[in-house]
C-alpha cells in the first residue's frame, strides 16, 4: 500500500509544473559573430524541445536541443570551415541546453523577463550557463526570445582567425523557440 503516497506525490508533481513543448518548425536560433571588418551571421534549426517548469519553485528540467549540422551563415566556404574546425558537426551533432531554474515569475499572460539557469552543451563539451529569457505568453502558446554568449575558445574551439580575418573569442546567440504550452492546475 506505499505506491499510493507515490502515486499521489507524483500526480501532485505534474500539475504543479508547466510543460513547454516546443515546434520546432517554428523556432531557431540565430549566431552572431564578430570580426574586424564585418560582422557574421548565421542561424541553426532547432531539432526538438520541451521544458518542464514549477512557477512556484523555478525548478526546471527537460532540453532544448539544436541541430549542429545545420548552421548557415550564407558563405559556403566559411560553413565548411565551421562544420570542419570549430564545430566538428560531423563529430558533434547535436547543441544542446538543460536548464535546471527559471529566475522571475512566469506569467501565463503577456511577456515576462526572466533569468534560466542550466547546462548548456556544444562540442561534446558540457558548461554552466544562464541565459536572459523574454517570455511572451497568450492562450496555449508561448514564445521565448532566449538571448546568452558562447566563449566558444575558452571552451576548447579553435578560432577560425587568420592572418587577414580577426574574429572574435565569443559568439552571441539568440534562441527563437515557439510552442504550446499546458500550465499546471
Known amino acids: 500500500m506505499k505506491i499510493l503516497p507515490i502515486l499521489a506525490i507524483l500526480i501532485c508533481n505534474t500539475q504543479a509544473q508547466a510543460v513547454f513543448n516546443v515546434d520546432a518548425s517554428e523556432s531557431h536560433a540565430a549566431f552572431t559573430l564578430g570580426d574586424v571588418l564585418h560582422t557574421v551571421h548565421g542561424t541553426f534549426r532547432v531539432k526538438r ?16 536541443v539544436v541541430d549542429a549540422t545545420s548552421g548557415d551563415s550564407g558563405s559556403g566556404a566559411r560553413d565548411k570551415r565551421m562544420h570542419q574546425n570549430i564545430l566538428e558537426s560531423a563529430r558533434f551533432p ?40 523574454i517570455v511572451t505568453a497568450s492562450g496555449d502558446r508561448l514564445q521565448t526570445k532566449v538571448h546568452f554568449v558562447v566563449p566558444y575558445v575558452a571552451w576548447g574551439m579553435k578560432n577560425p582567425s587568420t592572418l587577414f580575418l580577426r574574429v572574435g573569442e565569443t559568439v552571441d546567440i539568440d534562441l527563437d523557440a515557439s510552442g504550446h504550452i499546458a500550465w499546471p492546475h
Open 49 to 64: 524541445g520541451s521544458i518542464r517548469f514549477d512557477p512556484s519553485t523555478g525548478t526546471a528540467s527537460g532540453e532544448i
Open 94 to 133: 547535436e547543441i544542446g541546453f538543460v536548464p535546471a531554474r527559471v529566475r522571475g515569475a512566469v506569467n501565463s499572460s503577456g511577456e515576462s523577463k526572466l533569468e534560466i539557469d542550466g547546462t548548456f552543451t556544444i562540442h561534446g563539451a558540457s558548461h554552466p550557463l544562464t541565459a536572459a529569457a
